[in-house]
């Protein structure tokens, strides 16, 4: 048991090609314009940690090749770094399963007050996202096993909408791979693409955790995601549909996780191998939701990421995502005047044992304080 508490403390379909909507518009590949000139007086850079607004300016100058950011005010000044590098992406690549929800909700495919039946959402579950479903459940009031982390009551339904709020507001994995299942991989790569995201490399949660648990079973960890993404759908699959597989999996993470130090170190070479995408990308798709250009089933999608106003009349949203060693962040700022901030930044090489609820906070803060503040802007573009 103490080695599930671990487990769970650590982050982390068939295709189909719907008819209806169409194929999106072609849309530019997603970019960022070049940097303004340097500063004239810029300081020396702050001391590089994840864990602070200011360390995350120190990491940029540090570890260049580990760091990329996309800083947008929405009013004409945009600052970047490495914004066309792949790099990990966490449970930052959910914006596309919400833009992908949103279109689909919108064309017909999917209703949002459907009941869901709690057996089929966990039959995607694996404890090993840092408590993200127990919380979910918790904060649904929905009773649970305390020996699982199940719901007590698995013929229970929740409407599909509540299931995808749980996805955004908890990083609930299993709501996730569920989603992809019903839309199928062409729906989320369309809704990618609606947002200048090109050639998505299509995420499994569930898969990709499957193959760290099961690593004999999946090609290794430096192998080309090509050659990894189609083992992970494989592996989830089979975990959804194969309660016997489903079990054993459970039992091999216990047993794994049991050397904490030894799963820690495991499991930050595995993050590397898991889904990339780009800065400039997630910008991008960020961009076309919250605007509406996105298309039809915008409102959907962001309806499901903002949060309510506030005093000032500006309406925030942001999803991050980290695994060990991994922090993801991207973030809107939609103001009274029409003015739309976006902030992304991504990180790895962070370290095994670092704080990643820390990492998480100190992010979504540089990116506020650089999308609102020209000052700040102008030291992110010191070190950038």
């Known amino acids: 048991m103490g080695a599930l508490a671990v487990a769970l403390l650590l982050p982390t379909a068939c295709s189909s090609s719907p008819e209806a909507g169409g194929a999106p518009p072609e849309v530019p590949a997603a970019s960022v314009p070049a940097n303004p000139p340097r500063p004239a007086d810029c300081g020396p850079a702050p001391a590089a940690s994840p864990t602070s607004p200011d360390g995350w300016l120190g990491l940029l100058a540090a570890t260049p090749d580990d760091v990329a950011t996309v800083v947008d005010d929405g009013r004409g000044s945009v600052v970047s770094h490495a914004a066309e590098r792949p790099m990990p992406l966490a449970s930052a690549v959910k914006i596309v399963h919400v833009a992908a929800y949103g279109r689909a909700v919108a064309d017909g495919r999917l209703d949002p007050d459907e009941p869901i039946r709690l057996a089929d959402w966990e039959a995607w579950y694996l404890p090993a996202d840092a408590g993200a479903h127990v919380q979910a459940l918790d904060a649904l009031g929905i009773p649970r096993d305390p020996a699982t982390g199940l719901a007590a009551d698995p013929q229970r339904t929740v409407p599909l909408s509540t299931m995808v709020a749980a996805m955004v507001q908890f990083s609930d994995n299993a709501a996730t791979d569920y989603l992809r299942d019903r839309l199928g991989d062409d729906a989320l790569v369309e809704a990618a693409a609606a947002g200048g995201w090109q050639d998505l490399d299509v995420p499994s949660e569930l898969g990709s955790q499957l193959a760290l648990v099961r690593p004999q079973e999946a090609p290794p960890v430096t192998a ?53 995408g780009s800065a400039a990308q997630l910008a991008g798709l960020w961009r076309a939701v919250i605007s509406g250009s996105f298309g039809p089933g915008a409102d959907v999608a962001r309806a499901q990421l903002e949060l309510p106003p506030r005093p000032d009349g500006q309406v925030r949203a942001a999803k991050g995502g980290s695994f060990p060693g991994i922090g993801t962040m991207a973030l809107s700022v939609r103001r009274p005047d029409g003015s739309l901030g976006i902030g992304v930044v991504l990180g790895r090489g962070l370290g095994a044992t670092t704080d990643l609820a820390e990492v998480g906070v100190a992010q979504q803060r540089f990116l506020v304080r650089a999308v609102e503040d020209p000052a700040e802007r102008s030291r992110v573009l010191c070190v950038a």
Request: aromatic fraction near 8%.
């Open 224 to 276: 080309p995601r090509a050659e990894r993404a189609p083992v992970e759908i494989a592996l989830a699959r089979r975990y959804a549909s194969d309660p016997a597989f489903r079990e054993d999996s459970q039992r091999r993470l216990v047993a794994q996780a049991a050397d904490v130090e030894a799963y820690l170190l495991e499991s930050e070479r595995w993050a590397e191998s898991t889904s990339v």
